[in-house]
């Protein structure tokens, strides 16, 4: 498999991976095709996941500018095709709490409208995207965020107070006994929080709307076309010329978005190396539950559910009844594929469930999340006075992008347009760089050990 810290190209009309998505989407809808011939853009996108196409949506419906998007392979071939299609207020890994010591009240409390902006944009571009006879699979609200170890629960009970208190934000405390009554039986829970709001969709399908909406706004979506090369020269005035080469093809651009978040190949862009630590997630999904399963689970939920462990498990039934289960997968790319990581995936999701221990997956596949140092993801413009000014990127959601990618994009694009961001350190700052950047799998080989006995033993 493609690996972003080793590889410089994520390939060229790339299939997407054998996928649940993509088996039961259907036909992808149309696109611009392949970059066939030297074009001059106002703005290069580079990248159609989330990112990119809400930052050209945005940038069309908004701000009147056209832009170009240049993808690799498929439209949403990378995290934004493969994800669980989970809709949640948050992004990046930084506890609101921490935003709260650092920052102060009132960037916490900002960051917070943020997220919950991102949810409601997708909601609403979901409502246009119907419209159009695009549909979802969006699932009955609710988020459960589940309790592994009995003094989990605390914890998370505290959290659902300080949001409580901070946001007004409605969550309801289940005890184990609730939670396995009223929602699943879980045999690993121990308790849960529960809000009202997160939701299960098709995130392909979703990706195929923004596309779709993007297009009808007058943005062009040109696929199997990786910028393989990219030169910047002053061509005289403050900006810099900038130069994407594709395989048919060369992109003058006046602007660049780099959206290319977990997929961004080796050495891309100054403005990105060693700044992202791309990890693999890994998903299942069983085949379908029959009756008989499904009662003796008591699974009578499809809301999202995600565990509070360092190390975590995330699933929910989908809509024919299958279970999707994830987890972490393996640590390059050349060992995604080893069928270990989808069988440990399974064997997990048994000791959840006893009740399915003859149950088999039908599709396996994994994705790589794009992690940050300080666990924010960042919207940046290199300085002005840089002579990178006109390049663009917003990467880093730690695995938690499909809601906030769409704000994300939507800022994207008032930057691009010139407009300026909110003073958040999501919009003002840059990534920071790691330490030791060549050493960062060392650092996540051990994280992950760290991870494995903190959540056996403490
Ligand atoms: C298994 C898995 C489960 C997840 N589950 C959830 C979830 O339930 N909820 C949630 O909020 N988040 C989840 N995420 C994270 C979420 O999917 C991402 O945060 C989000 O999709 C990021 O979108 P993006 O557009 O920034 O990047 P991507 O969708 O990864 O798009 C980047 C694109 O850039 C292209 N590209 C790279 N290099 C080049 C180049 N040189 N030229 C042209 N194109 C290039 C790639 O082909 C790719 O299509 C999950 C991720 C994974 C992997």
Redesign the pocket.
């Known amino acids: 498999m493609y690996d972003p810290l080793h590889d410089k190209?994520?390939?060229c009309g790339e299939v997407y991976p054998n996928s649940y998505w993509a088996d039961v989407s259907g036909e992808a809808p149309q696109d611009d095709g392949i970059i066939n011939q030297d074009i001059d853009v106002d703005v290069a996108i580079?990248?159609?996941?989330?990112?990119?196409?809400s930052c050209a949506l945005h940038l069309a419906k908004e701000h009147g500018i056209k832009a170009h998007v240049?993808?690799?392979?498929?439209?949403?071939?990378?995290?934004?095709?493969?994800?669980?299609?989970?809709?949640?207020k948050?992004?990046g890994r930084k506890p609101y709490s921490t935003m709260q010591k650092q920052w102060g009240e009132e960037v916490m409390r900002d960051i917070y409208d943020e997220m919950c902006a991102g949810v409601d944009t997708v909601k609403e571009l979901i409502s246009q995207a119907s419209d159009l006879g695009i549909d979802c699979q969006q699932q009955a609200a609710g988020y459960i965020k589940v309790a592994h170890k009995p003094k989990m629960l605390n914890e998370l009970i505290a959290l659902a107070k300080l949001q409580q208190k901070m946001f007004g934000y409605d969550v309801e405390i289940l005890s184990q006994s609730e939670l396995r009554q009223q929602y699943m039986d879980d045999r690993n829970a121990y308790g849960a929080i529960r809000y009202q709001d997160g939701f299960?969709l098709n995130?392909l399908k979703l990706?195929w709307g923004y596309q779709q909406l993007a297009r009808n706004a007058g943005v062009k979506i040109h696929t199997a076309?990786?910028?393989?090369n990219w030169q910047e020269e002053k061509n005289g005035t403050k900006n810099v010329q900038q130069t994407l080469h594709?395989p048919k093809g060369i992109v003058k651009a006046k602007k660049v978005v780099i959206?290319?978040?977990?997929?961004?190949?080796k050495g891309?862009h100054s403005l990105v190396t060693n700044r992202t630590l791309p990890v693999?997630?890994?998903?299942i999904v069983t085949e379908p539950l029959t009756d008989e399963q499904i009662a003796a689970c008591n699974f009578l939920t499809s809301n999202?559910v995600m565990d509070t462990r360092a190390l975590k498990y995330?699933y929910r039934k989908l809509p024919d009844n299958r279970l999707l289960f994830?987890g972490r997968?393996a640590i390059t790319g050349k060992s995604a594929d080893d069928p270990y990581y989808a069988k440990r995936l399974l064997a997990v999701l048994k000791t959840s469930f006893p009740a399915l221990t003859k149950i088999k997956y039908q599709y396996a596949?994994?994705?790589?999340?794009?992690m940050a140092l300080d666990d924010l993801p960042h919207i940046y413009q290199s300085h002005e006075t840089n002579e990178q000014s006109n390049v663009f990127y917003?990467?880093g959601?730690c695995?938690?992008?499909?809601?906030?990618?769409v704000q994300?994009g939507k800022r994207l694009a008032e930057k691009v347009a010139g407009i300026n961001s909110p003073n958040l350190p999501l919009y003002q700052k840059a990534l920071p760089k790691f330490p030791l950047a060549p050493l960062r799998r060392v650092g996540q080989w051990g994280y992950f050990h760290y991870g494995k006995i903190k959540d056996e033993y403490f």
């Open positions: 190209t994520p390939g580079i990248g159609a996941g989330y990112t990119g196409l240049l993808e690799a392979n498929k439209t949403a071939w990378g995290c934004s095709g493969r994800n669980a299609g989970f809709i949640l948050s992004s299960g995130p990706a076309s990786p910028v393989l594709t959206a290319t978040n977990g997929y961004t190949p891309f693999l997630s890994q998903i999202v995330y994830g997968g596949w994994s994705g790589w999340i794009c917003s990467m959601y695995g938690s992008g499909v809601s906030f990618s994300a």
